[in-house]
């Protein structure tokens, strides 16, 4: 982490949740929830953006990778970018430079428009990750992975509100407006993020005295395999999830109520294990986590639609929750003790594994069944156990306790 941190500037009175704390805490969580909000609410565009333009499947595809592509491409270059902002100005720059991407795409400039405000859209979101992440763990210092976690719960409040409104607003308003309506609500969040966050003065970037293992980065390369790990689980049994419930008679309410389940399990459980990391341990929270998501994905295989609807929830927690753990975890082990560059770093590996981790288990299910598929994404959450033991000596946890327990 930064030696001289965001928090040492602010006069923090006594209190976890001190003012200016909660304002910094509350703009990271305002912007998380507008850019995946925006991110997520694609996918209700894209059959009217299919039908209005003549796409075929691929077509959809490629249109989507112009605005994830960008988004999870530039995380580490539009983060060197603004390097020398301070949060407040970084986090409202990249929120209007996305509204003005949907603003494009409003605008009657056909596919091109399109395509531009798509790219537009990305570049503006690929900075928020880092940079929100960054303001949260330099305002909270050591007692940052409870905070971390709350972030992290907020991206999915915008991932359920923003496209619900969309899917709700298209079958009586076309979709050009609504496109507009949303980049006017960017507008108004990147307003409201300069009223928000406190100024703070631009401190230049320093390294903290770490070992020569994780200034090599060993332990951020391993942090990082278990992260992008992580996330191909979790998109596999997603990918998998709604063929499971049909074939255990479950009809298409059914189907919409398990991911519904899976899905507030998975915010509560990106909220609460964020402070279970905090307080077990960073290995022993993993280890719990993901050994539970294998053992809970291998159970819906085998129960009945009622048990499994009632087992989704918690396996939502544990499926959702190790990344708030893992998040939390950045500060440690960034390179050289450059945090925001390691949650750009971060951020790239799991969007990335998030985009490919579905084709490679389609394939498998492919060439077997999707029972199989689930069984692999089982298995690749009990992989990470053996590479998350391998982080006990690097993050000091050998006697299973985490850094912030220690006195």
């Not at 909660?22 to 059959?47: E, I, K, M, S």
């Not at 077990?280 to 719990?288: K, N, T, Y």
């Amino acid at each position: 982490m930064q030696s001289t941190s965001t928090a040492d500037l602010l006069p923090v009175p006594k209190g976890l949740w001190s003012s200016p704390r909660r304002r910094n805490l509350a703009g990271a969580c305002l912007a998380h929830v507008l850019h995946d909000g925006y991110t997520d609410q694609l996918y209700a565009l894209l059959p009217v953006w299919q039908a209005e333009f003549g796409l075929s499947y691929a077509g959809l595809a490629v249109v989507r990778a112009l605005y994830y592509g960008t988004m999870g491409g530039l995380q580490v270059p539009g983060d060197r970018s603004i390097a020398r902002l301070g949060p407040r100005a970084a986090l409202a720059l990249a929120t209007f430079v996305a509204a003005a991407g949907f603003l494009v795409m409003a605008l009657p400039l056909g596919f091109p428009g399109l395509c531009a405000g798509l790219i537009i859209a990305g570049i503006g979101s690929s900075v928020q990750h880092p940079r929100a992440s960054l303001l949260v763990t330099n305002t909270y210092g050591k007692a940052s992975r409870g905070p971390l976690g709350v972030y992290n719960f907020a991206g999915d409040l915008g991932k359920a509100i923003f496209p619900a409104v969309v899917a709700l607003l298209l079958p009586i308003v076309a979709w050009r407006p609504i496109v507009g309506t949303m980049a006017f609500i960017g507008v108004g969040a990147a307003l409201a993020l300069l009223a928000l966050v406190p100024r703070q003065p631009f401190v230049a970037s320093a390294q903290t005295k770490v070992t020569a293992k994780r200034q090599a980065g060993r332990g951020f390369g391993l942090l990082l395999a278990i992260g992008a790990l992580d996330t191909a689980t979790r998109m596999g049994y997603l990918l998998f999830l709604p063929f499971l419930l049909r074939a255990h008679g479950g009809t298409q309410t059914a189907v919409g109520l398990g991911l519904a389940l899976l899905f507030i399990g998975g915010a509560l459980g990106k909220a609460a294990c964020g402070w279970l990391g905090q307080h077990l341990g960073v290995v022993w929270s993993v280890i719990a986590t993901e050994g539970a998501t294998a053992l809970l994905m291998t159970a819906t295989l085998l129960l009945s639609l009622a048990p499994t609807l009632a087992v989704l929830p918690l396996l939502g927690i544990v499926l959702n929750g190790t990344s708030s753990v893992l998040y939390g975890t950045v500060p440690d082990l960034a390179p050289k003790g450059d945090t925001g560059r390691g949650f750009a770093l971060f951020y790239t590996g799991v969007i990335g594994a998030g985009g490919l981790a579905p084709i490679g288990y389609g394939a498998i299910a492919d060439h077997s069944s999707w029972t199989v598929g689930i069984l692999a994404a089982a298995a690749t959450a009990a992989m990470i156990i053996p590479l998350v033991l391998a982080l006990r000596p690097i993050l000091g946890e050998e006697r299973g306790a985490s850094a912030e327990r220690e006195p």
